[in-house]
C-alpha cells in the first residue's frame, strides 16, 4: 500500500535539516512583524513608523501614545507572545506523552483546577449582595491571578504525584478528566448559588484576555514561562524517545517515571502560568504542534519546540489582534476568535499536508 | 565454543501481584545465551515466552534467582548501562509520526549521547553502519509511516543494531510478514549473529523457519519446562511433541511439522500416480477420507487420468452416476455431496 502512494504523496519528501533552520527563522521573522502590528493596532490606531520611533526613542507626535505603547500595548503583546508560545509547547509535550493528537496542554486538568480557584475566588468570596462595582474590581484584582495559581498549583502537585506511582500514561490521562469533571461539577454548583453579577464576572474571566497583565505581574509572568520552556528543551531527547513509545523508551535506558513528572511539571507550570494570568486560552495547545508538524514535515522535537515557540506567539498575536477588532469600539472574546479564525486554518493545513494519513 | 553473553541461574519467572500473591510461570530456568547464535524461543500462546524476554532484559525483576550478563548480576545494572548491551525489537507496530528513517536509527544511539541527544561523528557513523547491515540504504530519507511492514521491521533491528548491543532481543519479529520476507529477516538476524558475534534472542511461532535458521531453540511447555538445544535435538527428543501435542495435531518427526489429526471415516480407492495422486489424496484427507491404491471394494473409486496441466479424475461410486471432474475443488464439492454422513 505504501509503495502506491510514495511517489505520488508529497510528504515523501524529507525536508532537509538547513530548510527547516531557513523555516525556523522565518518563522521568528513572522513572529516579530506580528508583535510590531499588534503594537499599532488598536482602539487608538498608532501608525507603524511611529511605534519604531516610541520603541528606539521613546518619543513620539504625541505624548499619549508612548503611554499607550508602554504602559498597554507592550505588557500586551509580550503577554500573548509568551502565553502563545507556552500552550503550544505544552500541547506538544501533553501530545507526545500521551500518543495522542487530540491531547492538549488542559488535559491534566491544570486549567480546571485554575477555574476553580478562580470561580471559588469570584464566586463565593464575600457576601451575596455585593455590588456589581466591587465584582468589578475584583476582577482587575492581583487576587485572581493568585487564585487560580492555587488552584493549578494544587492539582499540578497532584498530577505529578500520581505520574511517579502509575506504570501506564494512560491512568494519567483518565485521572486528569476525572479532575476535570470534578472541578466543573464545583464551578457549576457555584454559578447556579450565585448572583446575576458575579456569574457575570466568572464567564468574562472564561473568555480568556491577555490584556490584564500589568508589567509587575509580567515580571512573574515572564521567568515563570522561561522555566517551563527551558525544562522542554531539557526535555527534548527524552521527548523523541517516547514517539516510540514507552517500552522502546525504557529499553533505551530512560527512567519512564521521572521523565513523565518532568514532563508533567514543565507542561503544568506553562499551562497553569497562561491560565492564571490570562484565562483559559483554549485551542491554541491543540493546534499549534499540529500546525508546526504540518509545515515543518518531522516529529523531531529538536525542530518542534522552537517552531511551537514561534508558531504559538505568531497565532496568539494575530488571534489577539483580531479579538480587537481594529477600527471598531468593541473587543470580541479571544477564545472564540482563536477557535473561529484558527480551526479552518488548520483544517486546511492537515488536509494539504497529511492527505489522509494521519500521524503525530 | 563462543562465549556466553547471557546466562541465568536458577531464575525464577513470573508475576507477583497484590497481597503477596505470586504466579509462577517457569522456575528453575538455567539458561546460556552464547555470542553469535541465534536462539529461536518457541511455545504454544500464552506459555510465558513474553515474561522470559521482559525478564531477560530486565523490564521484570525475577521471582527468584538470577540473570547473568557478562557474569554482572542483571539486577545491579542501570537502565542505560543495561540499554547499551540490550536492545530491543517489539512485536507492536510502531507509529511514530512523521519521522524518517535515519532519526528512528538515530534514536538507538540513545544511551550514548549527552543530555541533549545530540549526534557526535562517531554516532552518526555508527547510524550509517547500522543502516547499511541490514541493507536499508535505500530507505534512509524515507518517512516511517510509508513503509511497507517489511522494511518498516528492517529499520527497527536498525534502530536496536545502533544501540551496539551485546544481545539483541527481538518479539516475534516475523508476525505480520510474508513468507520471503520472514526467510528475508531469518537470514539478516543469522548474519548479524554470525558476522558481528552478538547475540539474538526472537521469539517465534514459525516452527519451519526456526528449525531451518535457529542455531538453538528454547521451548517453553506448559507445565514451565524450557528445553534447550538445536532444533534437531529437541525434534529427535520428542520436545516438540511434547509441547505442542493435543487433539487436534501430532508432530511428524520424520518431516519436522505439524499433522492435523483428521478423523477419517470413510475410505476410498484412489487410482493414479505422482504429484497428482499426492495432493487428490491430500485434498480427501482434509475431508475425512482414507485413501489406498489397493483395487479394494470400496463406496468411493476415483481414478486419476490426464496430464498435470490438464488433470482429470474419474468418480465411480455406489448409488451415483459415475462422474468426470477436472478440478480438485469439484472433486471435493462432488464427494462431499455423495458422502452418506453429509460431510
Known amino acids: 500500500m505504501g509503495k502506491i502512494f510514495a511517489t505520488t504523496n508529497k510528504s515523501s519528501v524529507h525536508l532537509h535539516q538547513h530548510l527547516q533552520m531557513v523555516i525556523l527563522i522565518v518563522m521568528s521573522g513572522i513572529t516579530l512583524v506580528s508583535f510590531l502590528l499588534s503594537l499599532s493596532a488598536g482602539s487608538v490606531p498608532i501608525p507603524l513608523e511611529q511605534v519604531l520611533t516610541i520603541l528606539f526613542h521613546k518619543e513620539a507626535e504625541r505624548a499619549t501614545w508612548v503611554t499607550i505603547i508602554y504602559d498597554f500595548r507592550i505588557p500586551k503583546a509580550l503577554t500573548a507572545a509568551l502565553a502563545g508560545a507556552a500552550l503550544g509547547v505544552s500541547g506538544l509535550q501533553m501530545q507526545t506523552l500521551f500518543r495522542n493528537p487530540l491531547a492538549d496542554p488542559f488535559i491534566l486538568g491544570i486549567s480546571s483546577g485554575a477555574s476553580l480557584g478562580v470561580a471559588i475566588v469570584v464566586l463565593s468570596v464575600g457576601t451575596a449582595n455585593t455590588s456589581l462595582l466591587a465584582v468589578t474590581g475584583l476582577l482587575s484584582n492581583i487576587s485572581l491571578v493568585v487564585a487560580a495559581s492555587f488552584g493549578a498549583g494544587i492539582v499540578m502537585i497532584l498530577v505529578i504525584f500520581i505520574a511517579q506511582q502509575v506504570r501506564s500514561s494512560i491512568t494519567l490521562l483518565i485521572l486528569g478528566l476525572m479532575i476535570s469533571y470534578v472541578t466543573s461539577a464545583v464551578v457549576s454548583l457555584l454559578l447556579y448559588f450565585s448572583i446575576a453579577e458575579r456569574i457575570h464576572a466568572y464567564i468574562a474571566w472564561s473568555f480568556g484576555n491577555f490584556g490584564g497583565v500589568t508589567w509587575s505581574q509580567l515580571w512573574v509572568l515572564g521567568p515563570t514561562i522561561g522555566i517551563g520552556l527551558f525544562l522542554a528543551f531539557l526535555l527534548t531527547k527524552a521527548l523523541n524517545a517516547l514517539l516510540l513509545g514507552e517500552t522502546y523508551a525504557r529499553s533505551m535506558g530512560m527512567n519512564i517515571q521521572m521523565t513523565r513528572s518532568g514532563i508533567v511539571l514543565s507542561s503544568a507550570v506553562l499551562a497553569g502560568a497562561v491560565t492564571a494570568f490570562c484565562g483559559p486560552i483554549a485551542f491554541l495547545g491543540v493546534a499549534v504542534p499540529h500546525l508546526c508538524r504540518a509545515l515543518l514535515r518531522t516529529s523531531d522535537h529538536n525542530v518542534l519546540i522552537p517552531a511551537c515557540i514561534w508558531v504559538g506567539a505568531t497565532t496568539a498575536l494575530v488571534g489577539d489582534l483580531i479579538a480587537q477588532a481594529p477600527g471598531f469600539s468593541i473587543v470580541l472574546p479571544l477564545n472564540a476568535i482563536t477557535s473561529l479564525v484558527g480551526a479552518p486554518i488548520v483544517i486546511w493545513v492537515i488536509l494539504q499536508r497529511y492527505r489522509g494519513t494521519f500521524s503525530l | ?343
Open chain 2, 1 to 343: 565454543m563462543n562465549e556466553p553473553v547471557l546466562t541465568t541461574e536458577n531464575l525464577r519467572i513470573g508475576y507477583s501481584g497484590r497481597g503477596g500473591v505470586r504466579r509462577i510461570i517457569a522456575d528453575h530456568l538455567n539458561l546460556t545465551l552464547r555470542s553469535g547464535e541465534v536462539v529461536c524461543l518457541m511455545g504454544p500462546n500464552g506459555v510465558g515466552k513474553s515474561t522470559l524476554l521482559r525478564t531477560l532484559i530486565g523490564m521484570q525483576p525475577p521471582l527468584a534467582g538470577r540473570v547473568f550478563l557478562d557474569k554482572t548480576d542483571l539486577a545491579t545494572l542501570k537502565p542505560r548501562e543495561i540499554a547499551r548491551r540490550i536492545s530491543v525489537v517489539l512485536t507492536e507496530r510502531i507509529e511514530v509520526g512523521q519521522l524518517s528513517v535515519y532519526n528512528l536509527v538515530a534514536l538507538g544511539r540513545y544511551p550514548y549521547t549527552n543530555w541533549f541527544g545530540r549526534l557526535t561523528p562517531h554516532d552518526e557513523a555508527i547510524v550509517q553502519t547500522a543502516i547499511a547491515a541490514t541493507q536499508a540504504e535505500h530507505l534512509a530519507r524515507r518517512y516511517i509511516h510509508e513503509l511497507s511492514d517489511g522494511e518498516r521491521q528492517r529499520v527497527m533491528v536498525a534502530r536496536a543494531l545502533a544501540q551496539e548491543p551485546q544481545v539483541m532481543v527481538l518479539d516475534e519479529p516475523t508476525a505480520f510478514l510474508d513468507l520471503s520476507h520472514r526467510v528475508a529477516m531469518m537470514q539478516l538476524l543469522r548474519r548479524l549473529a554470525h558476522d558481528t558475534q552478538r547475540a539474538v534472542i526472537l521469539s517465534t511461532h514459525d516452527l519451519d523457519l526456526a528449525l531451518r535458521s535457529a542455531d538453538i531453540v528454547w521451548l517453553m511447555t506448559t507445565d514451565g519446562t524450557v528445553y534447550s538445544g538445536a532444533p534437531e535435538d529437541l525434534v529427535l527428543s520428542g520436545a516438540f511433541e511434547k509441547a505442542f501435542a493435543n487433539c487436534e495435531i501430532t508432530f511428524d518427526r520424520y518431516h519436522g511439522q505439524f499433522r492435523f489429526h483428521y478423523s477419517s471415516v470413510h475410505r476410498a480407492t484412489l487410482l493414479g500416480e505422482g504429484l497428482i495422486r499426492k495432493w487428490t489424496s491430500h485434498a480427501l484427507e482434509r475431508i475425512g477420507y482414507l485413501t489406498s491404491s489397493t483395487d479394494n471394494p470400496t463406496a468411493l473409486r476415483i481414478t486419476i487420468s490426464g496430464t498435470e496441466q490438464q488433470p482429470c479424475w474419474h468418480i465411480q461410486a455406489k448409488g451415483h452416476p459415475e462422474r468426470c471432474v477436472y478440478s480438485l475443488h469439484d472433486l471435493v464439492t462432488l464427494v462431499r455431496e455423495m458422502s452418506p454422513s453429509g460431510n
